[in-house]
Nanobody, 122 residues
Framework: QLQAYGGGLVQAGGSLRLSCAASGRTFSSYSVGWFRQAPGKEREFVAAISQRGGDTSYADFVKGRFTISRDAAKTTLLLQMNSLKPEDTAVYYC?????????????????WGQGTQVTVSS
């Protein structure tokens, strides 16, 4: 089970750091990613990191602003979000895949967290 947290309300230009923990296990056997879903829109890819952590990928709309990482113990997935914009407002979900690098391929993610709300005010 995945647990995402760290969301909140922030002004445009501000920063937030999202975290995701897997209860009872580590991420060492999974590639993991972040997705988001705004009201009335489909869930979309944000960022992903490979099983070994050597590869990362980002949606074009967050490149240069967001950074995905895992802690050294591989127990927590992080998403550092800087220069936030109102259009980043969404529920953010962490997800895990048994593939070595699921990337943006949503169907490959079998395990999902419950989501954490991020609201960016203008």
């Amino acid at each position: 089970q995945l647990q995402a947290y760290g969301g909140g309300l922030v002004q445009a230009g501000g920063s937030l750091r999202l975290s995701c923990a897997a209860s009872g296990r580590t991420f060492s056997s999974y590639s993991v990613g972040w997705f988001r879903q705004a009201p009335g829109k489909e869930r979309e890819f944000v960022a992903a990191i490979s099983q070994r952590g050597g590869d990362t990928s980002y949606a074009d709309f967050v490149k240069g602003r967001f950074t995905i990482s895992r802690d050294a113990a591989k127990t927590t997935l992080l998403l550092q979000m800087n220069s936030l914009k109102p259009e980043d407002t969404a529920v953010y979900y962490c997800a895990a895949s048994t593939s070595w690098y699921a990337g943006s391929r949503l169907p490959l993610y079998a395990y999902w967290g419950q989501g954490t709300q991020v609201t960016v005010s203008s």
